[in-house]
């Protein structure tokens, strides 16, 4: 598990989170997690110093353990929507959003809550949607060694995509997820939706920083969603009207 000072107080009537640490995009560990986050050798959106400067994308080109890039065949307003921490209570919720407005996603999920809610990360494939790995349970793989990386690794699921937690990244993590053909995906828009700011925060974040070829962070584990899901909804509603496309990331 991750450290306890990273650990939120639960919401009213919420039971408490198996990993109350997990949920922030982007802290490492010992660090506020404000969702911001501190990679150890690279920025938090889509990209790293070297890689490509476009983000993951339906159809990535880039080399195992890079960033994908944007496929430019998929037209001049993509967004790729993605989601941590999950399958949770809440999974079965966004995906009804996604359904209501024909959009796809990519869910970045922990092993362990597989193991609980195995139905609800068969329903995401069923429903056509692409599943990235999020390790076993959520730990900080800079702060490992390497067997321990390829251990947590291995305990998530299979998938072609690797989201690290908190965002963290190093040299040996690149390394490994270059050995195991594994592209590192991070994100362009942390709408922090972890903290519970409100469905209006969340719908802005969305919405205000829409941009062709953008990958949106969202949560669908890690605590109470429900504000998460009443902002997507309403976000896809507007950004649809303007004539935006969700597309899955080729995971």
């Not at 966004?94 to 407005?101: E, F, Y």
């Not at 469905?199 to 504000?227: C, F, P, T, W, Y």
């Amino acid at each position: 598990m991750s450290p306890s000072s990273l650990a939120r107080p639960t919401p009213p009537g919420e039971p408490t989170p198996r990993n109350p640490a997990r949920g922030g995009g982007g802290s490492s560990p010992g660090a506020p997690d404000d969702g911001l986050g501190t990679p150890d050798d690279g920025p938090t959106s889509g990209t790293y110093p070297g890689d490509s400067t476009t983000s993951p994308s339906a159809s990535p080109s880039a080399s195992p353990g890079g960033t994908a890039s944007p496929d430019p065949t998929d037209g001049p307003k993509v967004l790729y929507l993605t989601f941590d921490d999950g399958p949770t209570k809440y999974t079965p919720e966004i995906l009804g959003v996604l359904a209501k407005h024909n959009a796809k996603a990519t869910f970045f999920q922990l092993g362990e809550e597989i193991d609980l809610y195995p139905q609800y990360a068969a329903d995401v494939r069923q429903a056509g949607h692409t599943i990235g790995n999020h390790t076993e349970d959520h730990k900080s793989l800079p702060s490992l060694s390497s067997s321990d990386i390829r251990a947590e690794i291995s305990g998530g699921p299979s998938s072609k995509c690797l989201r690290p937690p908190y965002g963290s990244v190093n040299s040996t993590l690149r390394s490994i997820a270059d050995d195991l053909g594994l592209k590192l995906v991070l994100w362009d828009v942390d709408t922090l939706d972890w903290t519970r700011p409100g469905v209006d925060k969340i719908e802005s974040a969305i919405v205000d920083n829409a941009k062709s070829g953008r990958v949106i962070l969202m949560h669908d584990g890690g605590g109470n969603r429900s504000q998460t899901v009443t902002a997507l909804d309403r976000a896809l509603t507007t950004l649809s009207a303007r004539g935006y496309v969700f597309h899955s990331l080729d995971c």
